[in-house]
């Protein structure tokens, strides 16, 4: 005798794979899950590691500045230094003109002249004196003008004096220091 089945297996068949279906569904959707979690934790992982990674740039950026302000600091105090060292170089190289200097009125000061007083700046000189006569401050200045240490001497004020029976002139010049082409060679050397 044949056997027919009459239980309805295609509708079984129909449920086991819609099962099937759901059972991989669900498997997919909890993978997914798993994925996307550890998707996220990895990121929040690169995200900690990069805000670590930028702290430290940031501490280490405010030592670099500190340490760049430190320089600029060191900076302005060697150029302070090599600025008193010029100035005092300058000075060790001029120390030997203001004997030069002195000589030379020692050398071209006329008798009769009298110094009251000399002020330099830089290289402008102001003389002040006593001459017994206009002529003898004219040959101070002739002479101050052909010295090789002084040059444009102009006079500023000329003023007669009497004091009972001698007459005296109270003058004030102006001339300009200038160095000698010999010397500045010969302090080069």
Do not use: C
């Amino acid at each position: 005798m044949t056997r027919i089945n009459l239980l309805p297996w295609r509708e079984r068949q129909r449920k086991e794979l819609q099962r099937q279906f759901i059972s991989i569904a669900g498997g997919a959707v909890i993978l997914m899950g798993a994925i996307i979690f550890y998707v996220h934790l990895h990121m929040a992982s690169l995200i900690d590691a990069q805000s670590a990674r930028n702290g430290f740039l940031n501490k280490e950026i405010a030592l670099v500045e500190e340490k760049i302000k430190e320089i600029k600091g060191l900076e302005s105090e060697k150029q302070n230094l090599l600025t008193r060292m010029d100035v005092i170089q300058q000075l060790q190289t001029r120390r030997p003109e203001i004997v030069h200097l002195f000589d030379e009125f020692v050398r071209n000061v006329p008798e009769g002249v009298y110094l009251t007083g000399i002020t330099q700046n830089a290289t402008a000189i102001k003389i002040t004196g006593v001459a017994q006569s206009n002529a003898t401050v004219s040959t101070f200045m002739r002479r101050l003008d052909e010295s090789e240490w002084f040059s444009n001497p102009s006079l500023e004020v000329i003023k007669a004096n009497l004091k009972g029976r001698i007459r005296t002139s109270t003058f004030t010049l102006n001339v300009n220091q200038t160095v000698p082409v010999e010397e500045t060679t010969e302090e080069g050397a």
